[in-house]
């Protein structure tokens, strides 16, 4: 059966940083999805023209509310009107849920890795809720590259989140006085830790811009070799 | 004046007709992967059609770079949207793989270093609409675009257009590939903007 297009009205909209947001939408006989899954959003203007791109669930299903996560990307033709221009009781149209890899399920119990860059944090952030929510007590960790730390999205729920939730800041500009590690961009030894504490079968997902995720690819598959940790339990998104 | 995003103008839309249903134009050339890049050095690849009865031929790179090679300028669609305009490609035609084998099989997995695999009719490779590319815009293809080689389907959606391809099966049935388990559509035309199962 064809996914149809169902109407979404903003209902919530936060700044998670200053020109990224987070938006949340009622959408009626949404069927559910998948933490790491994601919509098509498409808008219409008023001569029928009609654009439409992919955007991550920052959240499990809860009924009929879908949260996103919009980073406006300057000269952007989509991301700058949802971040700041779509009027609140507004409506927009939603197609989903998309993408049956990049998921991780609660029955999943190894410790994982999920390594961010930017906005890549979204599907990942969807993951980490799902974790807590089913009480899971397999070890979920976030590495996360920022430019500084004004650009980190949900930092309350991601510095206060148990026991079972360990996040890494990477700082690529700006890092906070005092930081033990000098900004720059991920390297291995950002990785070796987290990468430790895996098992062979241990999922890894990687998320964020395509030269985050390839340089991050590469890092991981030389880790693994010599480990017997297989290439292809690393799942990739990339946002463009 | 539509119920939906009140207020949203768009780009000027001049390219529409260019354009499949749903896609946008990009000048950047975005990637699409389930996983990390494969390295695979030209030296060490190899290309092996495989035919409903097991029989195989094969190809090293030199083998393949001694074939006759073909320039090819074309419009590529991504299921994630993107399209990208006249991009220029070089390789050796399918048909030229395929010349003079016997085969009544009606569909083609494409096999990648990595683990990658994508399906699709065998129609569809051949009578010069499919290449095995290994030169982009005038330089070697890079890997995280499928280099060393990758198939060239651009009729199809771009996923079927396999990254790092390594062989080609021929099979009777269609055995959907990597996406196509995943939900995607098994035929993939994007002017029919055949994205996902059911579309
Ligand atoms: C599976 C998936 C999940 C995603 N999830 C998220 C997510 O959770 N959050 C998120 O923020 N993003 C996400 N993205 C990215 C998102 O889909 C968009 O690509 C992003 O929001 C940019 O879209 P845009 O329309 O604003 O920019 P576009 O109009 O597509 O432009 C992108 C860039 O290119 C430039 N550009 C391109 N063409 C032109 C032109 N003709 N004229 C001028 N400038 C041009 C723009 O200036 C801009 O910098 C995801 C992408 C995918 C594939």
Known sequence: MALAWLPARLVGRRAQTATARSLVFTVPGWPGHLPGQHVDVRLTADDGYQAVRSYSLAAPADDDRLELGVQAVSGGEVSPYLADQLPPGERVEMRGPLGNWFVWRPEQTEPVLSVAGGSGVVPLMAMIRAHRSAGSRSLFQLVYSVRGPEDVWYREELEDGGPFLDVRFLHTRRSPHGAARASGRITAADLREPTARLDPVSPVYVCGSTGFVETVGDLLVELFAGRGKEPATIRTEHFG | ?199
């Open chain 2, 1 to 199: 004046m539509t119920s939906f995003s009140p207020g949203f103008r768009g780009r000027p839309h001049s390219l529409a007709q260019r354009l499949p249903p749903g896609q946008y134009p990009t000048e950047s050339f975005p990637v699409l992967s389930a996983g990390p890049t494969p390295r695979v050095p030209a030296e060490a690849w190899s290309f092996t059609v495989t035919t409903e009865r097991g029989e195989t031929r094969s190809w090293t790179w030199e083998q393949m770079m001694a074939l006759p090679q073909q320039d090819t300028v074309t419009d590529i669609h991504c299921v994630t949207r993107w399209s990208k305009f006249d991009t220029r490609w070089r390789g050796v035609s399918l048909d030229v793989f395929f010349d003079g084998l016997e085969t009544t099989a009606g569909y083609v997995v494409a096999d990648s270093y990595g683990g990658y695999t994508t399906s699709l009719p065998l129609a569809d490779l051949l009578g010069g609409r499919a290449w095995i590319a290994h030169t982009y815009d005038g330089y070697a293809l890079s890997p995280e675009h499928g280099g060393p080689a990758r198939l060239l389907v651009p009729h199809l959606y771009f996923w079927k257009s396999a990254k790092w391809v390594r062989g080609l099966r021929l099979t009777p049935e269609d055995d959907p590939g990597f996406w196509e388990s995943a939900g995607y559509h098994p035929y993939g035309d994007p002017w029919r903007e055949q994205r996902h199962r059911g579309d």
